[in-house]
């Protein structure tokens, strides 16, 4: 408690994905509205949130630790875990000594209380119900966003598509849709706190719509909000091939404050491991997919995602996968080495693949996903694009970073008052992830520029 304002304190730290980001959003928002003063996870407070993760081993380890820290700095106060690791993990959660209350995905609309029952009692409390039931969005609609001026607005959870590598259905439940009005009323709010960009984002994103007998579609809410006064930008976070719909493109192509770029998973380019994987396409309908886009916004930034040594991977579809990866030319990739989550399918399956062969393979998937990146960035040398200036650059005094519309992260001269401005900036270098620019111009609203590539 802060004896001065007589306020109570929490901290939070968020492990994971953009989605656990809006659920901390969620509960600190709780916090506040009870009064709560919100404070940095090194600073002392009353009640310390750690929001796990599980989708890795390393993101189970990391939230382990992100526990056992913050009991060991603070053991008078209320520890609170949530989180998918939580949700799928109680029993391992409980045996650390020290926590005192554990909360499933249902039950974090009560976290306040719970944490306050916390203060009361001395035993742990776990709350953790079975996530399978839960049919209707959790809506917790935001107030404001913790971070920069790019605002995260969660629209969908859950997923029943169940790849057999993946807990991530184990840990969220069936797919839910958050109602459309809700969506617009919070990115209204956000947008008259300055909020300029939003990203939609979701577990399974494309199903967005799906369990509203087509009330409403994905489609639908992204020119919505894209149609919300103030709002500059609006990013979607990882889709399926299958879920870019050419309606969906024609929007990407025609409205400028549709972001250009698409988080198309692929896990894999071999074909065999994709089935191995079931994931719901193959590498053929992948790649047409790409084509497709590519034909109507050819300076897309493609990112992905790529597991590397999925059981019984053979050097051969390793070549294939890495070969596919280079033919799609995405503009960034984020490389997982397969680590086996305990009750999916993948975790039982045969032929692992050893370490330092994993190791080797991750090494060589991480290089080429670099040189692409490079190449991407190479193309638009000598260009002016927009960048929606969001901090200072971490190393250097008198420089802000910020991204391009199709994900370029660039870095320009420029102080605190352009921050969350659309900036002209015409790029003249290359960095190791992203490109040096300079200002082409005063800072401009949503509008394409003349002259810029597109
Ligand atoms: S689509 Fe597959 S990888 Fe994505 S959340 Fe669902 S089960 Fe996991």
Not at 133 to 154: C, M, N, W
Not at 278 to 288: G, H, I, V
Not at 294 to 305: A, E, F, H, K, N
Not at 355 to 363: D, G, I, L
Request: a neutral charge.
């Amino acid at each position: 408690m802060d004896a001065a304002m007589g306020r109570r304190r929490v901290a939070c730290a968020t492990l994971g994905c953009k989605v656990n980001q809006y659920d901390s959003e969620q509960m600190l928002t709780l916090f506040r509205r009870a009064g709560y003063e919100v404070v940095d996870f090194d600073q002392p407070a009353d009640v310390y949130i750690i929001n796990t993760c599980t989708v890795t081993g390393r993101g189970a380890a990391k939230s382990r630790q992100l526990i056992r820290s913050a009991i060991r700095r603070a053991p008078f106060s209320v520890v609170a875990v949530t989180g998918c690791y939580t949700q799928t993990n109680p029993d391992e959660v409980a045996a650390i000594p020290g926590v005192n209350l554990i909360v499933g995905h249902r039950d974090r609309g009560r976290i306040v209380e719970l944490c306050e029952e916390a203060m009361r009692r001395p035993e742990p409390i776990r709350a953790v119900n079975d996530v399978w039931l839960a049919r209707e969005f959790d809506d917790i609609p935001l107030d404001s966003f913790s971070q920069g001026t790019r605002a995260v607005v969660k629209i969908q959870d859950g997923c029943n598509v169940f790849c057999t590598f993946c807990i991530i259905p184990y840990a969220r439940g069936r797919p839910r849709s958050r109602d459309p009005e809700s969506v617009y009323e919070e990115v209204e709010r956000l947008a008259e706190k300055g909020y300029r960009e939003v990203v939609l984002t979701g577990i399974h994103l494309g199903s967005y719509g799906q369990d509203a007998k087509g009330r409403f579609t994905l489609e639908e809410v992204v020119e919505r909000v894209a149609a919300i006064p103030g709002i500059d930008r609006v990013r979607l976070s990882s889709l399926e091939p299958r879920h870019v719909s050419d309606r969906l493109l024609e929007l990407m192509a025609s409205n400028p404050k549709v972001c250009q770029h698409l988080h198309l998973s692929l896990q894999s380019g071999s074909e065999t491991v994709l089935r191995r994987m079931k994931r719901r396409y193959t590498a053929a309908e992948y790649r047409a997919r790409v084509e497709r886009i590519r034909s109507l916004i050819p300076d897309v930034g493609l990112t992905t995602d790529v597991i590397v040594g999925f059981p019984g991977e053979t050097e051969a579809e390793h070549r294939e996968s890495l070969a596919f990866v280079r033919e799609m030319g995405f503009s960034r990739i984020h490389v997982f080495p397969f680590s086996p989550r305990p009750g999916t399918p993948a975790a039982a399956m045969p032929d692992p693949v050893p370490r330092a062969v994993k190791e080797a393979r991750t090494r060589e998937m991480i290089a080429l996903g670099e040189e692409l990146q490079q190449a991407f960035h190479r193309r638009f040398l000598g260009q002016t694009l927009e960048v929606l200036a969001e901090e200072e650059a971490a190393t250097d005094d008198g420089w802000l970073e910020g991204y391009t519309d199709n994900y370029i992260r660039v870095r320009l001269p420029g102080g605190d008052e352009l921050k969350g401005t659309l900036i002209p900036v015409r790029l003249t270098g290359l960095t190791q992830d992203g490109m040096v620019g300079e200002m082409a111009g005063l800072p401009v609203g949503s509008r394409r520029l003349a002259g810029a590539v597109r």
